[in-house]
T-cell receptor, first 115, second 113 residues
């Protein structure tokens, strides 16, 4: 069963911030939250990941709820090049009952960016 | 570094033919996996490996075999291709750890007629 739930699609205007939500209500204490994105006709690429604290990198920010049952990927200024499918997954190789290598991606959120 | 290399990029098979999709990585990653992606769908895990000599099934393993004789290579075998296996196949690898990021290949587009 999928461990994360994401909206099927979202729209954004160019140069505006985008908040992509992900619910993971059954997350365990050792699950890391990872985000990947897939541009059209390409393989997925890593965006960001975190455990408990909010994280920032050059691509995006990750806001993690205090109870860790949800997270939000934030693109601060969407560009046309950010139009992609965004996947939120949980990765746990250490915890009891963790995903080990069985990483479930699901369908992700298709982000459209309007000029 | 080449990263994750998949070959071929495109392949057309007839029903019943066999073939092997190749995946190689040069990053000394312990973990490797195969996904398939059908039109408009997300990624579905076929098989994965956590090290040489160790493989396990994912969500959709039927019709596919894998082996991991070296750290670098993780081939995916279709023993008797079926039209339902028409898809884009992605290989991914990473170091073994919950906070390790996955690296993906560019994909193999397979059509089975």
């Amino acid at each position: 069963d999928a461990k994360t739930t994401q909206p099927n699609s979202m729209e954004s205007n160019e140069e505006e911030p985008v908040h992509l939500p992900c619910n993971h209500s059954t997350i365990s204490g050792t699950d890391y939250i990872h985000w990947y994105r897939q541009l059209p006709s390409q393989g997925p690429e890593y965006v960001i990941h975190g455990l408990t604290s909010n994280v920032n990198n050059r691509m995006a920010s990750l806001a993690i709820a205090e109870d860790r049952k949800s997270s939000t990927l934030i693109l601060h200024r969407a560009t046309l090049r950010d139009a992609a499918v965004y996947y939120c997954i949980l990765r746990d190789v250490e915890g009891y009952g963790g995903s080990q290598g069985n990483l479930i991606f699901g369908k992700g959120t298709k982000l459209s960016v309007k000029p | 570094n080449a990263g994750v290399t998949q070959t071929p990029k495109f392949q057309v098979l007839k029903t019943g033919q066999s073939m092997t999709l190749q995946c190689a990585q040069d990053m000394n990653h312990e973990y490797m996996s195969w996904y398939r992606q059908d039109p408009g769908m997300g990624l579905r895990l076929i098989h994965y490996s956590v090290g040489a000599g160790i493989t396990d099934q994912g969500e959709v393993p039927n019709g596919y075999n894998v082996s991991r004789s070296t750290t670098e290579d993780f081939p995916l075998r279709l023993l008797s291709a079926a039209p339902s296996q028409t898809s884009v196949y992605f290989c991914a690898s990473s170091y073994w750890g919950s906070d390790e990021k996955l690296f993906f290949g560019s994909g193999t587009q397979l059509s089975v007629l």
